[in-house]
């Protein structure tokens, strides 16, 4: 048995159906997974749906079911890289999974702005809520709000102090500073992202993890706000320190203080070395091009939409907190002494 080609229409649930010797009612339900199939009956239809190229379409599906299919994602920050790949990655795993993805942004963390996000909600057919704002103050509001709906976060809890990390950011944050260390670095600094946020504060509990081991001080000489503004005023803390070698919270900051230091006449990696983190689309074209971490957010925001979905059908699959990948970027601001 052979696909269709071009010139033919697409195959519909009744094709499948007549090739696996089974009623489209039966194909139907085993495709929606409402019903458990025995295996060999299963085999005939994902053979007839493989010769025959079928596609679930999945919108048609969507409008016919009685069950809510629209989610909502309450985002913070979605101008920042981290939580707008997270949204990039949710919406699309939400769009393949047949469910329609509202975006509600949280403009500030004051309690009065969370709850008109909340209330901006349309609550007719929603199934559940994606909460994409990783900080303490924002967790705080919403809890304090009677929301009568899934609520799935994407969030991380807070590392130990002492013990190697177990978050991605944590241990993103720890494969930089080892880099330094293994280039013979002594003298390592951090410049840290804002207080408040658990990536924030899992990357410098890292850090000074993998510093202390080393037998090196560990300190924090600045802190930014993620932007480049702020990486760029943290240049003279970094020059007043004496440090070799910087781990910087994120990469816009990180682009910051290359250009502060610069600007002082510092020259990187020869005099500083830098190790940003997120890997953002510029960093391999800056001069010199950013070594970095680099975190599949797009990925982070699909395993979040399906802890969601499954809290919301009671699935089978766990979601992973500390799921996914993370590695070292090594190219020009780094360099060993």
Do not use: C
């Amino acid at each position: 048995m052979t696909g269709p080609d071009s010139t033919m229409r697409p195959a519909t649930v009744y094709d499948v159906a007549r090739a696996a010797g089974v009623s489209h009612m039966t194909v139907s339900r085993y495709l929606r997974g409402t019903v458990k199939t025995r295996p060999e009956t299963a085999a005939r239809i994902d053979q007839a749906v493989a010769d025959l190229g079928y596609r679930v379409n999945r919108t048609a599906r969507a409008l016919a079911s009685p069950v809510p299919r629209r989610l909502a994602a309450l985002v913070f920050d979605l101008h920042e890289s981290g939580p707008s790949q997270i949204v990039q990655g949710a919406a699309q795993h939400a769009r393949e999974a047949g469910w329609s993805f509202d975006l509600v942004p949280i403009v500030d963390e004051r309690d009065v702005t969370v709850t008109q996000a909340l209330a901006s909600l349309d609550p007719h057919g929603l199934a559940g809520v994606l909460v994409i704002g990783p900080t303490v103050a924002i967790r705080r509001a919403l809890e304090g709000e009677d929301v009568k709906l899934p609520v799935f976060w994407v969030d991380e809890d807070l590392d130990p102090v002492d013990a190697p990390p177990l978050s991605l950011n944590g241990q993103g944050a720890a494969l930089a500073a080892a880099h330094l260390v293994e280039l013979g670095h002594r003298r390592v600094v951090h410049v840290g992202g804002p207080a408040g946020w658990r990536a924030s504060e899992n990357r410098e509990r890292a850090n000074e993890v993998v510093l202390r081991r080393a037998g090196l001080d560990a300190s924090v000489v600045a802190r930014g706000d993620w932007t480049a503004r702020s990486g760029w005023a943290a240049a003279d803390a970094v020059l007043d320190s004496g440090a070799t070698g910087v781990t910087v919270a994120n990469d816009q900051m990180a682009l910051g203080l290359m250009a502060g230091l610069a600007a002082s006449g510092a020259r990187v990696p020869d005099d500083v070395s830098i190790v940003g983190f997120d890997d953002i689309p510029d960093a391999a074209y800056l001069m010199p091009a950013l070594t970095t971490v680099r975190l599949d957010y797009v990925d982070q925001g699909k395993r979040r939409l399906q802890g969601l979905l499954d809290q919301i059908t009671g699935g089978d699959e766990k979601f992973t907190p500390h799921g996914g990948t993370i590695e070292l970027v090594v190219r020009d601001s780094t360099r060993r002494l």
